[in-house]
């Protein structure tokens, strides 16, 4: 039996992910932007070890989310589920920081260097990481007009990058990447064509299964299937320089 924490779990992929390591009989801890939202997590919540609560587009309440998981103990695993995609602006978080930025790419930079090191991190990137840039001169959209598909396109770069560079720095940690492909949740949309069981498993057996296949490090993954990633995710210079870019941003040093 594994403990894993899953940001963004009141629905959609992180719901999903959760249901089925509850279900599996693991100690999950879930979490909730807010109290309100807590609210859809009623039927889930009373199986799990304990839910969080905290906006991940704030880095105030991304400090308090960490310190409430580190409150329940170690982590097995932490699945780096929430996001967010098309927003009509930037969105300026309360420090200042694009929403898409904050949520998709410093909050996990931050949990991932302020949750006491787990065993296993898996990250939620997207087939969009292709369309991403390596450039990280305005990766906060502070000069640039803002586009939200490209700024989504970033992050998910980003997210993707930031774990390959977990994988190369701590030899002791499983750290993945995973598209779980365009999946029908309110993110997604009805229409989307993609398989919404097969985007969240993929996650939860990279979080907890024994398998020889799934206990592997600095991979990119579809549906349990390992595919090459942009080649700036696997670049070290360009790990490293995205890492101290993050740093500038947060205050936060991970390595």
Not at 174 to 187: E, Y
Not at 214 to 240: C, L, T
Request: aromatic share 6%.
């Amino acid at each position: 039996m594994a403990r894993i924490f899953v940001t963004g779990s009141t629905e959609g992929l992180g719901r999903a992910a959760a249901q089925t390591l509850l279900r599996e009989g693991h100690e999950v801890v879930l979490h909730a932007r807010s109290a309100a939202r807590a609210a859809a997590l009623a039927e889930l919540a009373p199986r799990a070890l304990g839910t969080v609560v905290g906006d991940l587009a704030s880095a105030a309440e991304t400090r308090t989310i960490a310190d409430q998981v580190n409150a329940l103990g170690r982590m097995d695993a932490v699945i780096h589920n929430a996001g967010l995609y098309a927003t009509p602006d930037r969105q300026p978080t309360p420090e200042g920081h694009a929403g898409i930025v904050a949520v998709n790419t410093l909050a996990p930079f931050m949990l991932t260097a302020l949750i006491e090191r787990p065993g296993r991190l898996v990250y939620l990137s997207s087939g969009m990481h292709r369309g991403g840039s390596r450039a990280l001169h305005d990766i906060d959209w502070r000069e640039r007009r803002w586009d939200a598909t490209r700024a989504y396109s970033d992050s998910k770069l980003h997210v993707a990058t930031l774990a390959f560079a977990v994988a190369r720095h701590w030899p002791d940690v499983l750290s993945n990447a995973v598209d779980p492909g365009w999946v029908p949740t309110r993110m997604g949309g009805p229409g989307a064509p993609d398989d919404l069981e097969k985007g969240h498993l993929t996650q939860t057996w990279l979080a907890v299964s024994e398998d020889p296949a799934a206990k592997v490090s600095g991979r990119y993954w579809h549906h349990r299937r390992q595919q090459a990633p942009a080649p700036d995710v696997s670049d070290a210079d360009f790990q490293d320089a995205l890492v101290e870019r993050l740093t500038q941003l947060t205050g936060v040093s991970l390595f």
